[in-house]
């Protein structure tokens, strides 16, 4: 092969691979940017933790997790 042509492949190799990584980045951005304005969030009302918490009352030396990703009332409230 022509020493020419082979710069030349290396350099439309180099290319891709440049475009390749802004769109992996520029992806990464927007699913980032996604996450992190538009994910619902819905706190749970006094009433129904009190109801929760009369049907399932706290006893000493049980464990309880509160595996929501809120604001902790559940586990304050406990």
């Known amino acids: 092969m022509n020493l020419m042509l082979v710069y030349f492949l290396l350099f439309i190799l180099f290319i891709l691979l440049i475009l390749l990584s802004l769109y992996i980045l520029i992806s990464f951005l927007f699913i980032y940017y ?45």
Not at 62 to 69: A, C, E, N
Request: aromatic share 22%; glycine share 8%; net charge neutral.
């Open 34 to 78: 996604d996450i992190k304005n538009k994910v619902f969030f819905a706190p749970s009302e006094k009433r129904i933790i009190e109801e929760f918490f009369k049907i399932y009352p706290f006893e000493k030396d049980k464990i309880f997790f509160d595996l929501g990703s809120g604001d902790g009332r559940v586990v304050f409230f406990g």
